[in-house]
C-alpha cells in the first residue's frame, strides 16, 4: 500500500536535545512538507520541499531543520533553539505545485518536551 | 493573502441529526478548495474536494459546493453518525508548493 509513514508516534525530549522526526513516503510525490499543530491554531508550516536537494523555509522555520537527500525521505531535526517544541508534527506529501493536487498526509508524530 | 474562515467549535450533534460547518475563504485567482478529516491521535484524509466554480465534492455522505460568489465551501451530512466524530479542515490551494491554507478546524462530536 502507498503512504506517507513517520516515526517515532510518540517521542519525548529533555530540554537543550536535538531529535530527529522521520518521514517516508513511497507515493513518488515531488513535494514533501512539514507542519507543525497545535490547539486552537490549526495547522502552520514548517519547511517544504519541491524537489530532492531542495527546500524552502515555511512560516514557522526558526529552530528547525530539514534535508531532502532522497526522493522518499524527508527528516524533520527539531533544535535545542526551538523554545517551545512541544506539538504534534505532520508530515504530508503531494504530486507537485499544480491546483488540484491534494496533500496526503502520515500519522503524526507527538513531541513532548520533558 | 489567502485566508480559511471557520467555526472552532466544538459542534455537538445527537446521532442522526443534521450537520453543517461553515467554510469561507479569501484567495486570489480560482482556488482548489479542500475539506479534510482528523481522527484522534491521526494524520488528516483528504474527505472531499472541488476545483472549479459550481462543483460539489461528494464522499461517504459528505457533501460540499464550490460557491465563488459567496467564496464559501461548506460542509453538510444529512445524517451523522458517531463515528463522525472527528476534527474537520477546511483548506485551499491556489497553486504553487506554499499555497495550501487550512483553516483553524472544527471539533465534531455526535452523541448517541
Known amino acids: 500500500d502507498g503512504g506517507i509513514t513517520q516515526s517515532p508516534k510518540y517521542l519525548f525530549r529533555k530540554e537543550g536535545q536535538n531529535v530527529t522526526l522521520s518521514c517516508e513516503q513511497n507515493l513518488n510525490h515531488d513535494a514533501m512538507y512539514w507542519y507543525r499543530q497545535d490547539p486552537g491554531q490549526g495547522l502552520r508550516l514548517i519547511y517544504y520541499?519541491?524537489?530532492?536537494?531542495?527546500?524552502q523555509k515555511g512560516d514557522i522555520a526558526e529552530g528547525y531543520s530539514v534535508s531532502r537527500e532522497k526522493k522518499e525521505s524527508f527528516p524533520l531535526t527539531v533544535t535545542s533553539a526551538q523554545k517551545n517544541p512541544t506539538a504534534f508534527y505532520l508530515c504530508?506529501?503531494?504530486?507537485?505545485?499544480?491546483?488540484?493536487?491534494?496533500?496526503?498526509f502520515g500519522p503524526g508524530t507527538r513531541l513532548t518536551v520533558l | 493573502g489567502d485566508s480559511v474562515t471557520q467555526m472552532e467549535g466544538p459542534v455537538t450533534l445527537s446521532e442522526e441529526a443534521f450537520l453543517t460547518i461553515n467554510c469561507t475563504y479569501t484567495a486570489t485567482g480560482y482556488p482548489s478548495l479542500f475539506w479534510y478529516v482528523q481522527y484522534p491521535g491521526e494524520g488528516l484524509q483528504l474527505l472531499l474536494k472541488?476545483?472549479?466554480?459550481?462543483d460539489k465534492g461528494s464522499n461517504k455522505g459528505f457533501e460540499a459546493t464550490y460557491r465563488k460568489e459567496t467564496t464559501s465551501f461548506h460542509l453538510e451530512k444529512g445524517s451523522v453518525q458517531v463515528s463522525d466524530s472527528a476534527v474537520y479542515f477546511c483548506a485551499l490551494n491556489s497553486g504553487g508548493y506554499q499555497k495550501v491554507t487550512f483553516g483553524i478546524g472544527t471539533k465534531l462530536q455526535v452523541i448517541p
Open positions: 472541488a476545483t472549479k466554480a459550481d
Open positions: 504530508a506529501s503531494s504530486m507537485g505545485q499544480g491546483l488540484r493536487n491534494e496533500q496526503f
Open positions: 520541499s519541491q524537489i530532492v536537494n531542495d527546500f
